[in-house]
């Protein structure tokens, strides 16, 4: 079945614009998450649904950063007045959580490449 | 707070030679844990999943280890082949109610050479 998908797979946008990145997870994944990617700073979490809900946000680094998720399925995150350090790869992956601990396995789409220049 | 290390940052060998990536962390609380490849300007394929209670899992060439007791995972890759080529992470998964974040470590860069 396919896979996880993001879109823009690039994206330049000037310093001070919004951006929204998008992703589809795997249909029927419950779990969805949201990863940046960047030089010097390795992969590093930034916020997780459950349904439509987000309970951990913890890994948002400003208020500039928001997601939502609408309809158990599609995700968007959004960079408000975007700064040169938000450059980076921005990761989304989705996993199916029942009861087995073998359905924690995380399966990640290709990235959103974003360049703030 | 969670570390992960995985120490080299960068490794280079010649074609079949078998390869050990190793990944420690600091929390030995009971955690999954996920080896990924990355190939340059690609997303992450997942490799192989351990879950807390196992100490290993295999598939093909591949080989991981889990030990909680000593904070280390081991990833073996068998008679290595330049298609093994990319970028090699580890990422811990703290299994909560609330969701399994992963937390990764800063990944080994590996270059079989034909």
């Known amino acids: 079945g396919a896979g996880v998908s993001q879109s823009p797979s690039n994206k330049v946008t000037e310093k001070g614009k919004d951006v929204e990145l998008r992703c589809d997870p795997i249909s029927g994944h419950t779990a969805l998450y949201w990863y940046r990617q960047s030089l010097g700073q390795g992969l590093e979490f930034l916020i997780y649904?459950?349904?439509?809900?987000?309970?951990?946000k913890s890994g948002l680094p400003s208020d500039r950063f928001s997601a939502e998720r609408t309809g158990g399925s599609v995700s968007t995150l959004t960079i408000q007045r975007t700064q040169q350090e938000d450059s980076a790869v921005y990761l989304c992956?989705?996993?199916?959580?029942?009861?087995?601990?073998?359905?924690?396995?995380?399966?990640f789409g290709p990235g959103t490449r974003l360049t703030v220049t | 707070k969670q570390e992960v290390t995985q120490i080299p940052a960068a490794l280079s060998v010649p074609e079949g030679e078998n390869l050990v990536l190793n990944c420690s962390f600091t929390?030995?609380?009971?955690?999954?844990l996920q080896w990924f490849r990355q190939d340059p300007g690609k997303g992450l394929t997942s490799l192989l999943l351990i879950q807390s209670s196992q100490r290993e899992q295999t598939s093909g060439r591949l080989n991981a280890s889990l030990d909680k007791s000593s904070g280390r995972s081991t990833l073996y890759i068998a008679a290595s082949q330049p298609g093994d080529s990319a970028t090699y992470l580890c990422?811990?998964?703290?299994?909560?109610?609330?969701?399994?974040?992963?937390?990764f470590g800063g990944g080994t860069r590996v270059l079989v050479k034909p």
């Open positions: 990422a811990l998964i703290m299994i909560k109610a609330a969701g399994n974040k992963l937390t």
């Open positions: 649904f459950q349904g439509n809900s987000a309970p951990d």
């Open positions: 929390d030995s609380a009971i955690y999954n």
């Open positions: 992956a989705s996993s199916l959580i029942t009861g087995t601990s073998s359905s924690y396995e995380q399966y």
